[in-house]
């Protein structure tokens, strides 16, 4: 009886601490939870924003909501205010993104006109093909401003799409330009002869943030089933001592294991 209330006691103490093991599981299995939510809803926003037809720059109102959504806008390039957005890669290759102020009628906005490759020999691109004077049509989509990263960068460049320290570097007063989205490119006319690579349509994927969520679910039952396992094997062998009339129950054999013992049997007679 005292091996009894010893055991109860070490018993309660695995308890405690496969329940504990089994919350933090929930916890780490809930944000997983959680971020995969996230990415499923900046999808779902993609797929319902990128196709749809242009709007002008003027309807641009809400940009959490409007984010990828296709606006047509009319105007000219501030072409000698230009900046090249750094460290910013294209199918494993380095590169650039150009960045030029865009003036219309109805107010001025940043708008990214694509990739450029780095240059073979320095920091900085071969060619670097900004828009001529003139008149163009854009159909470009809206893009979040990027946060400011605390880099350095030469003259003419940037570490991020960093809204309000772009116009900074620009000299571009903040109050005419937009400060909380800029575009990217799609469509272009008329067509330049040389330009920057366009933006492909972002892919996202809800990577394994599921099946990370269902592993540590997992993780917590098989802790308790291991507990409840130990528990049993552990009175199971005490009974097999200290009661002679308990009789342990056997595993039935599979039928490999019966052929491995026929076989050894065979062996033995030979």
């Not at 037809?53 to 806008?73: D, G, H, K, N």
């Not at 900085?124 to 828009?131: A, G, I, K, T």
């Not at 595993?251 to 049997?265: G, H, L, P, Q």
Request: with cysteine; net charge positive.
């Amino acid at each position: 009886m005292n091996y009894l209330k010893a055991s109860y006691r070490r018993w309660l103490g695995w308890l405690a601490l496969a329940t504990l093991f089994a919350v933090a599981c929930a916890g780490l299995s809930n944000w997983q939870f959680a971020r995969r939510a996230q990415v499923v809803a900046v999808i779902d926003q993609l797929n319902a924003n990128y196709d749809r037809s242009p709007i002008s720059l003027a309807a641009v109102v809400s940009v959490e909501s409007q984010r990828w959504q296709p606006v047509a806008l009319t105007g000219h390039y501030l072409a000698d205010k230009s900046l090249l957005v750094r460290n910013r890669a294209r199918n494993g290759n380095p590169g650039f993104e150009q960045l030029v102020p865009f003036q219309t009628a109805s107010g001025m906005v940043f708008v990214d006109r694509g990739w450029i490759p780095t240059g073979q020999e320095q920091d900085s691109p071969d060619l670097n093909p900004l828009p001529t004077g003139g008149e163009y049509r854009l159909v470009a989509h809206v893009m979040l401003g990027e946060p400011r990263l605390d880099r350095s960068a030469p003259k003419g460049q940037i570490a991020s799409i960093n809204l309000y320290l772009a116009a900074h570097q620009l000299e571009l007063h903040p109050s005419t330009v937009a400060r909380n989205f800029y575009l990217a490119l799609s469509e272009e006319s008329p067509q330049a002869k040389l330009a920057p690579l366009k933006l492909p349509r972002p892919d996202y994927t809800e990577g394994n943030h599921l099946s990370y969520a269902l592993q540590w679910i997992a993780f917590a039952v098989m802790a308790f089933a291991a507990l409840v396992w130990a528990i049993r094997k552990e009175f199971n062998e005490y009974r097999a001592v200290n009661d002679p009339n308990y009789r342990p129950k056997r595993r039935n054999k599979s039928r490999s294991e019966k052929d491995a013992e026929t076989e050894d049997e065979i062996l033995d007679r030979i």
